[in-house]
């Protein structure tokens, strides 16, 4: 499946932004989601997570609370909700997919278990 992000930009901190993710290539439903992100000298980091229809998500410890993940599988589409930005959220943000419909946040919130990721979209929070 070929993924493409987007929707970074530069915002103020305490704004909002909405990343999307669209896939191709495959059926949609058949991947489970995730957001990650990364910063210069840093280690990938897991944002966030989603089951093929959505009813399980999980959340990295630093943006619960503020970040919600969703799809429409009807429209091949992940999306990540970013709210209460802070300059700490600054990195470029990945999707990427996972084959299967679920699976506990012990997998999903590994990169390692990804099959396929995006290019990457830039998100810088002014602080």
């Known amino acids: 499946v070929q993924l493409q992000a987007s929707g970074g930009g530069l915002v103020q901190a305490g704004g909002s932004l909405r990343l999307s993710c669209a896939a191709s290539g495959r059926t949609f439903s058949n991947y489970c989601m995730g957001w990650f992100r990364q910063t210069p000298g840093k280690e990938r980091e897991f944002v966030a997570a989603?089951?093929?229809?959505?009813?399980?998500?999980y959340y990295g410890d630093s943006v619960k609370g503020r970040f919600i993940i969703s799809r429409v599988n009807a429209k091949n589409a992940a999306f990540l909700q970013m709210n209460s930005l802070k300059p700490e959220d600054t990195a470029v943000y990945y999707c990427a997919a996972k084959g299967g419909s679920s699976y506990s946040a012990y997998i999903l919130t590994d990169q390692n278990q990804y099959d396929y990721w995006g290019q990457g979209t830039l998100v810088t929070v002014s602080s």
């Open positions: 989603i089951s093929w229809n959505g009813g399980t998500t």
